[in-house]
């Protein structure tokens, strides 16, 4: 870091100070990549998958899966959620993708549009979690 001469007196530059916003979403950040959160999350994406292969739903409010999309996906959800409990280091954008694949009720876990793209969604989030954005 070099010094900048001011009139009379050398002083070192200022540093750039984070605002309240780039401070709180940092805050975010940590705790979206904390090993609970990503546990929890893991956890919420395997109770889909169970919940996907229950042949009855039982009586809730929740949203139901899509079965066939979940099982045809299977796998790679469950290597999602492998990921999520592993201690490597993860993206926080990956995070974000996995919980909006999970809390989206219009998203591809609970709404099948094509086949195969639950299980494409879920490798997209795979791929971000290691920050290497979208799949070929």
Do not use: K, N
């Not at 739903?57 to 990921?83: K, N, W």
Request: net charge positive; aromatic share 4%.
């Amino acid at each position: 870091m070099g010094y900048v001469e001011t009139g009379s007196a050398t002083t070192a530059p200022r540093m750039p100070r984070l605002g309240l916003w780039a401070r709180l979403r940092a805050v975010h950040e940590a705790r979206m990549v904390s090993p609970r959160a990503r546990r929890r999350l893991a956890e919420d994406l395997e109770r889909a998958v169970v919940r996907a292969e229950q042949r009855t739903a039982p009586f809730t409010a929740a949203i139901p899966v899509a079965r066939e999309a979940a099982g045809d996906a299977r796998s790679a959800l469950l290597d999602l959620g492998e990921r999520l409990r592993a201690p490597r280091p993860v993206d926080p954008d990956g995070v974000r993708l996995a919980r909006e694949l999970l809390l989206d009720g219009a998203g591809p876990l609970y709404v099948t549009c094509w086949h195969g793209d639950l299980r494409l969604a879920a490798r997209r989030v795979l791929m971000a979690l290691d920050g290497r954005g979208e799949p070929d």
